[in-house]
């Protein structure tokens, strides 16, 4: 008998693209995984926002939802998320709640603080040489839901605000970002009164801290982050305050996983992943080469200390062995949920590692949802609304 998790479990799609494959064959493979996903019993399925890198085709986290959204008739769908710098709040706003007011009660919008990308294309999309400073942030988000609920954006107490923000309080009002200021008439009409899921997301304390001082639910990304994981759960949990959105804290986190019928096949099959993160730090990234590229390829011992640095997080084997490191992964930090990211350089190597954790994930969530009182495609009962030089890549504030 197949062992079950013990919280619901859902999907981190980055949109992975195999070397010799399209972007279009990527994007497709996403929406046909998503069609399994929700079959299988899988609670979410979010992607990822990222840029400039060829082996990622997840650029457009809006479009790719809408797309997710109508080939599947209840699983939850959305951003993991969306790079709030990136963008300008009104935008945000009028795509995701365009995208709810279609799929009532299905969307949910990962918000992050990281560009997603290298630095000279994070100024490309923001046309700024001038990144966003922490306490900007913050302002963005607000105004950004100020416009699902039809209002304008006003400025938070600074107790509302992570401990990194509270200095930006004391600037004169003129001195402030625009999104400090009240919208006035700008309004986002497909986003009023259609306000998806709001989920903030991170890797490290500020998001954990922002998300608990406005009742959030926060979103960690343990598969590149795993030091940091339990300090900014604890850190969320601790500064929670209850909120119209939330009764009590809620987290998930992310995590990158790969489980073949053995564990010599999954490991084979991972050797892709081990090899495009080696290229990724070295800020070479590529699309997502083949086990036996990855295989025939020499490695110096510092490349193999940089691959062992890369996936030390990752859960890697046998179903028996992946459900165990999961669930021990689920006791040891306390997560709500987990979010399974799988990348394979065949399509039908991802559908097999997501069907064989199936079983599992179909029985935890039936489990989590009888304890929370609610259908499983819905969510927890207390969500109350149903690289290298030149080419860094910022991972701090996202899942993918």
Known sequence: MTRGLSVPVSVLDLCPVPTGASTGEALRRSVDLARHAERWGFTRYWVAEHHNMPGIASSAPAVLTGQVASATSSLRVGSGGVMLPNHAPLSVAEQFGMLEAMYPGRIDLGIGRAPGTDRATARALRRSPEGLRAADYASQLAE????????????????????ADRPAAD??????????????????????????AVWLLGSTGYSAELAGLLGLPFAFAYHFSAANARPALALYRRVFRPSATLAEPY???????????????????????????????????????????????????????????????????DRAAV?????????????????????????????????????AVVRGEQRASALLGVAPAVGPQHVRHAGGPGQAVDPAEGLG
């Open 251 to 317: 987290c998930l986190i992310s995590v990158s996983a790969l489980c073949a019928e053995d564990a010599d096949a999954a490991h084979w099959r991972h050797g892709s992943m081990r090899l495009s993160a080696l290229r990724l730090r070295a800020g070479r990234p590529s699309t997502l080469p083949s086990p036996q590229e990855a295989a025939e390829r020499a490695y110096s011992d510092a490349e193999q200390a940089v691959i062992a640095e890369a996936a030390a997080s990752h859960v890697v084997g």
């Open 144 to 163: 950004l839901r100020a416009y699902f609920a039809g209002r304008p954006a006003a400025d938070r107490p600074a107790a509302d605000r992570p401990a």
């Open 323 to 359: 459900i165990e490191q999961l669930d021990r992964l689920v006791g040891t930090t306390g997560a709500d949920e987990l979010m399974v990211t799988t990348s394979t350089f065949a399509h039908a190597d991802r559908l097999a590692s997501y069907e064989l954790l199936a079983p």
């Open 171 to 196: 600037r004169p009002a003129a001195d402030r970002p625009a999104a400090d200021r009240p919208a006035g008439q700008i309004r986002a009409i497909p986003a009023e009164g259609n306000e998806p």
